[in-house]
């Protein structure tokens, strides 16, 4: 019954902006970081950006970095990715995933994560 939801995706404008959404059940994301994640068509998963708890800064990937925001209310168990400014090459699928904090060593995208989400499509076109 553990699983990870993502909401939010859909199509819009060049410019625009969309907020996604990870909701959590089955766990307390209170004690995982959470990263945000996308795959595009032909090519490879991309972390996009990632929490690791309401004290530590926060990281981007350099393509998002200024234009995504990821935050996170533990008292609704969501982490949530704000996308501000978006471009055509933001279109892919977005997806969430979580990992506990007890491990030996600093978490990065590289993070083998515990529980992923089956993703959101965004698009942008014109």
């Known amino acids: 019954q553990v699983q990870l939801v993502e909401s939010g995706g859909g199509l819009v404008q060049p410019g625009s902006s969309l907020s996604l959404s990870c909701a959590a059940s089955g766990f307390t994301l209170d004690y995982y970081a959470v990263g945000w994640f996308r795959q595009a068509p032909g090519k490879e998963r991309e972390g996009v950006a990632l929490?690791?708890?309401?004290?530590?800064?926060?990281s981007y990937s350099d393509s998002v970095k200024g234009r995504f925001t990821i935050s996170r209310d533990n008292a609704k168990n969501r982490v949530y990715l704000q996308m501000n400014s978006l471009k055509p090459e933001d279109t892919a699928v977005y997806y969430c995933?979580?990992?506990?904090?007890?491990?030996?060593?600093?978490?990065?995208?590289?993070?083998?994560?515990?529980?992923w989400g089956q993703g959101t499509q965004v698009t942008i076109s014109s």
């Open positions: 995933a979580a990992v506990a904090f007890d491990v030996p060593y600093a978490i990065t995208f590289f993070t083998p994560f515990h529980y």
């Open positions: 929490i690791s708890s309401s004290d530590e800064p926060t």
